[in-house]
């Protein structure tokens, strides 16, 4: 079926990762975007971890790519890929996306989900406290919109199979899309997003820090690092 194209502009939208993944300096530094492959290569002479903390830089078309304050928060999303299957619901090892929420609720719904699926799948069966840090920034650009359309999309909005949403993505990705806007399934009210190309994508900035607790089962609460008390 065709899917709409609609204007969006979510200022901020919101997104919660993993804290153990620092950003990378070498995107805000960096501002000739046609010359990233020949500098980074210069500085892997003095630094041979450099390819490895910068990720796959081939895989952004030199005319998506964007330097300056913020980025280094933005472009891991495509450059790092996941190796392993299911992938996410629109990307996968072959291509990235940067996936955000227009609630923050929606963003920690999402995050819940993705870092329990995590744990259980490393088999870690103690208590672990687990670092967040919640990303803001600003979206503002034309997407494919398949929100209400959980109905008729009912294979790209399956719960735990991503093999048609990301044979869907694949194909927008082909003709130019900028991304995606859907309906989350995992905070049914919420609105979520995946990003197939960055310039739409400004103003990246740190939110707050949050911990969520691990029972060895499941997250079963969170909490603000900034609602400490030091005794």
Not at 130 to 159: K, P, S
């Amino acid at each position: 079926m065709e899917v709409s194209v609609v204007s969006i502009k979510w200022t901020p939208s919101w997104r919660i990762i993993a804290d153990r993944y620092p950003p990378i300096d070498f995107f805000e530094r960096v501002a000739d975007k046609a010359d990233w492959e020949e500098l980074l290569e210069l500085e892997s002479l003095t630094n041979p971890s450099a390819k490895a903390s910068v990720g796959n830089i081939y895989l952004i078309p030199v005319q998506d790519r964007i330097s300056g304050q913020g980025v280094g928060r933005i472009l891991p999303a495509f450059t790092f890929l996941d190796p392993n299957p299911p992938g996410s619901r629109f990307s996968n090892s072959q291509f990235g996306a940067y996936y955000a929420a227009k609630e923050f609720i929606t963003a920690m719904a999402e995050a819940k989900f993705r870092q329990e699926q995590f744990m259980q799948e490393s088999g870690i069966n103690s208590y672990q406290e687990l670092d967040q840090l919640v990303i803001l920034a600003n979206i503002a650009g034309d997407f494919h919109d398949i929100r209400g359309l959980q109905n008729d999309l009912t294979e790209i909005y399956d719960l735990n199979d991503y093999s048609h949403s990301q044979a869907f993505a694949a194909r927008l990705r082909q003709q130019g899309s900028y991304g995606i806007v859907y309906n989350s399934v995992r905070q049914l009210s919420g609105e979520c997003i995946a990003v197939f190309r960055p310039p739409v994508i400004t103003k990246a900035r740190q939110g707050e820090r949050i911990v969520f607790q691990w029972d060895g089962k499941k997250i079963t609460g969170h909490y603000k690092k900034s609602d400490y008390r030091p005794m």
